[in-house]
């Protein structure tokens, strides 16, 4: 738990305050703090009646529902016996109106562009899904999609989506045991991959990895493949092209209308021990809250052309690369590649070109794009931004505001978002019509989320204080089970407190009820009696002139129970000297205290970080103790990185 003994950061006590724009506001979905309070009001005087509104709203229903929540600690069961279908609601529904609008606008890494219409899009979806019927897909089977970022990967949870399947996508990046592994433990029947896919200029190898791993699933009957590379070889005896799988099908399947609770996907979130956990989030409940979140979060409008640039094989990209959108009848861009391949300034590139209007990336990028400075994104024209968005960790305040004003020029409202896997949608956000910002604050909880901060017996701490975060009741994209481990699921999540949603992470709440996330719990310390969140540290560090980016790990200390090591990447052009140490160990004990000061400071070219962006902070304390990692390392970008920090502490 962070501790409540130490004031914050001082950027974060005396942060600015943004208020939206007013030209923003006045065409905002919701225009004003006012009309945000009312509908707070409306979800706390009857929660199930506010989602039972919002549901309706929000999707088709073949088969209207009757009951909205049955809550049954730590299981809960939303819109009972309504019937629908995610493809129908991200595709048909649309087509009468926007049958010829774009859909998806993908770009490759090698620059290949392709404009994917509505229209395409639903007959695509019908194709395939009438070849994996053929291959005897039914409803309930869980089929694998392991391709790159191309528009075959949305076509292909459509598909799912559309015949009562359940995906399990698998990040492109992830080698051949990684596969295996999550399709063994979810059951898969069919896998969907390519032959390969672009990223760095050099080809993933994805059927090299498929024909690994697949003899080692006992359950995998065939496995479709894309041509993406022109390099997948000849097909195997289980193959089949993609091509020749959708050929010749017809590009109508009508929809299976799923109970509300029907399982759509299986997500796996890997653990610091053990095997990753099997996410399950089921359709009605996931349709409804991702639909409105991506509606008023991202204040969407008919004609904007809407950017998060997250891969689909993490729940970011499920819920707001593929199914938001969608749903809201956007023009969703997929891109491919790396974020700075082949020149540095690739998304800026992307921007200026496709007119991106709302733009939607991680701290982790946005702290890059700093190190390479301002001269590149100052080479485009960024006009056409109308909207910031930041997902994944906690953004420091000096990040916030170069976002602000290098990309966003001053006049882009940002959402900070905070949200998990295993809440499926957004559920502390600005609403960018409404809510006064704080650089690296969330803000405020959406209507019908209760956020709550407690200490470990369950009482709430006071304002600026430091606690546990909790979501206090149930909400209708939450998990249901870890797929196979109901125990894991409910010890996991819920034991902690009886019937409230432990999030794992560390948190405050200042005098305006706006969440300051101070990151996992596990990232918090314990320094000669004092606890500190790692995260103040490291803003306070990145808050120093010349530093882009910084991790703080403890590791074990005789003398004080645990000592601060920083981990720090220097901006471009900076020397790193025993001089700049000193600084950064003089610049943290006046921003936070004496306390704070890191203990020892190592320099590194890079960081340790997932493929989605996020730093591993579990391998950098293995790093500061001198121990082995023994946990998992497939979400790891470049093992290359890990080693040469090894290296330097050697």
């Known amino acids: 738990m962070p501790d409540d003994s130490h004031a914050l950061h001082s950027v974060l006590t005396e942060a600015r305050i943004f208020p939206p724009p007013a030209e923003f506001a006045a065409k905002a979905h919701i225009r004003s703090m006012e009309d945000y309070r009312r509908l707070y009001a409306e979800a706390e005087r009857n929660p199930e009646a506010y989602w039972g509104a919002r549901a309706r709203e929000e999707l088709h229903w073949e088969t209207p529902f009757r009951t909205v929540l049955e809550w049954k600690p730590p299981h809960s069961r939303w819109f009972i016996e309504g019937r629908t279908n995610l493809a129908y609601n991200c595709l048909d529904r649309h087509l009468e109106k926007r049958r010829d609008k774009v859909a998806i606008l993908f770009e490759g890494e090698p620059g290949d562009v392709r404009r994917v219409t509505y229209g395409q899009l639903a007959a695509d979806v019908n194709r395939l899904a009438n070849g994996l019927k053929r291959l005897g897909v039914k409803k309930g089977d869980r089929v694998g999609i392991y391709l790159p970022m191309v528009p075959e990967a949305a076509v292909a949870m459509l598909a799912c989506a559309r015949i009562g399947a359940v995906h399990s996508v698998v990040f492109g990046g992830f080698s051949a045991e990684a596969l295996r592994d999550r399709m063994n433990d979810a059951g898969a029947k069919v896998l969907l991959t390519a032959d390969g896919g672009w990223r760095k ?24 493949v894309l041509e993406r590379v022109g390099q997948g070889g000849a097909l195997g005896p289980r193959d089949v092209s993609w091509k020749a799988l959708v050929e010749g099908e017809s590009d109508v399947c009508a929809p299976e209308w799923v109970e509300s609770e029907h399982p759509l996907f299986i997500l796996y979130t890997s653990g610091s021990t053990g095997k990753p956990k099997g996410v399950l989030h089921t359709t009605g409940g996931y349709a409804v809250n991702v639909s409105l979140t991506t509606r008023w979060v991202f204040d969407l409008e008919e004609e904007d052309v809407y950017w998060c640039t997250a891969d689909v094989g993490w729940v970011t990209g499920h819920s707001y690369v593929v199914y938001g959108p969608l749903m809201n009848g956007a023009t969703t861009v997929l891109y491919e590649g790396a974020p700075v391949h082949p020149q540095p300034d690739r998304f800026w590139d992307m921007v200026a070109r496709h007119r991106v209007s709302v733009f939607y990336t991680a701290p982790t990028a946005i702290r890059t794009f700093m190190r390479l400075g301002d001269a590149l994104p100052r080479k485009h024209d960024l006009s056409s931004l109308r909207l910031l968005g930041t997902v994944g960790e906690p953004i420091n305040p000096e990040a916030w505001m170069w976002y602000r004003e290098v990309i966003g020029q001053g006049r882009c409202p940002i959402v900070d978002t905070w949200w998990q896997t295993e809440t499926g949608a957004i559920m502390v956000s600005p609403l960018p019509g409404a809510t006064p910002t704080k650089p690296g604050s969330a803000t405020l909880p959406m209507p019908g989320i209760k956020v709550e901060v407690l200490d470990k017996a369950g009482h709430a701490v006071p304002a600026g204080k430091g606690g546990l975060l909790f979501i206090g009741r149930p909400w209708p994209s939450m998990l249901r089970t870890v797929w196979g481990d109901e125990e894991r699921y409910a010890r996991s999540y819920f034991g902690e407190i009886p019937g409230k949603y432990f999030t794992g992470d560390g948190a405050r709440l200042d005098a305006d009820g706006y969440l300051w996330v101070m990151g996992r719990v596990d990232d918090v310390v ?23 980016e910084a991790a703080v790990v403890g590791r074990p200390d005789a003398l004080k129970g645990t000592a601060l090591v920083a981990f720090v990447t220097v901006k471009k052009g900076v020397e790193v000297t025993p001089q700049l140490e000193a600084q950064l160990c003089t610049h943290v ?59 330097a502490e050697e």
């Open 201 to 224: 200029g050099a080809v993933v190898p994805l059927k090299k990895n498929v024909d690994e791993a697949a003899p080692h699933i006992p359950t995998l009957e065939r496995v479709v």
């Open 526 to 548: 314990n320094v000669a009696g004092h606890r500190l969140g790692t995260a103040e540290v490291e803003s306070a560090l990145v808050s120093h002139p010349s530093v882009s």
């Open 589 to 647: 004990t006046k921003e936070i205290g004496a306390i704070a000061r890191p203990d020892v400071i190592r320099f590194a070219e890079a960081l340790p970080k997932t493929r989605s962006g996020k730093i591993m902070r579990r391998l950098l304390r293995d790093v500061a103790a001198g121990k082995e990692s023994t946990g998992d390392v497939t979400t790891l970008e470049d093992l290359n990185v890990l080693a040469a920090l090894r290296e």
